[in-house]
């Protein structure tokens, strides 16, 4: 309702909301940043009331639900892989697994954000590794391959990458710690 009522006014006119939720006020006031609008907000008897005017430039289209977190455990998760094997024993069916699980992550109703591969999990991604398809078919429909470049550097692979970014350990854990949950095979 905010989005539509700064999309009336006209550059400089101002809009007042209430609300009565910290979670609505904190989604509310992010939204206005990503606008490029200051809020002033005042509180009184729980009650909090947003001050804020239409940007001078046009309303940003954005998506609604990427201002609304609720405090429910989000449904968006990561998958970190630390091996080319899956589970502990025969190294063979801990291939096998591996490569069924990577394959299947595609089929998810919900897809993984990101796909994080690190220490010998790395391999998963090079040209010749039988996970390497999996990967690409992921990262076509969103999910990002995320290799842990120092491990990329100890293994000396940097030049049989098929598939994913290089990054570091401070992107990596920014984005296992800002996961809703994170899935190690």
């Not at 990262?139 to 994913?164: A, F, P, S």
């Not at 350990?169 to 899935?183: C, F, P, Q």
């Amino acid at each position: 309702m905010l989005k539509e009522g700064l999309e009336e006014l006209a550059a400089g006119e101002q809009v007042t909301v209430f609300t009565d939720n910290e979670t609505s006020l904190k989604n509310l006031v992010t939204y206005l940043k990503d606008q490029g609008v200051e809020a002033e907000v005042t509180s009184e008897d729980q009650v909090f009331t947003i001050l804020t005017e239409r940007p001078a430039d046009p309303v940003t289209h954005t998506d609604p639900a990427d201002y609304c977190e609720t405090g429910v455990i989000a449904t968006h998760y990561v998958v970190c892989i630390k091996s080319e094997l899956m589970g502990e024993g025969d190294p063979e069916l801990g291939k096998v697994l591996m490569d069924t699980f990577v394959d299947n992550l595609k089929l998810q109703e919900e897809l993984p954000t990101h796909v994080v591969l690190y220490n010998g999990g790395v391999k998963l991604a090079m040209k010749g590794s039988s996970s390497c398809s999996s990967l690409s078919e992921l990262e076509e429909l969103g999910t990002r391959i995320m290799l842990c470049g120092t491990c990329i550097d100890h293994y000396g692979l940097q030049y049989d990458i098929g598939v994913g970014m290089i990054s570091n350990m401070v992107v990596i854990t920014e984005t296992l710690a800002s996961a809703g949950h994170v899935i190690y095979p």
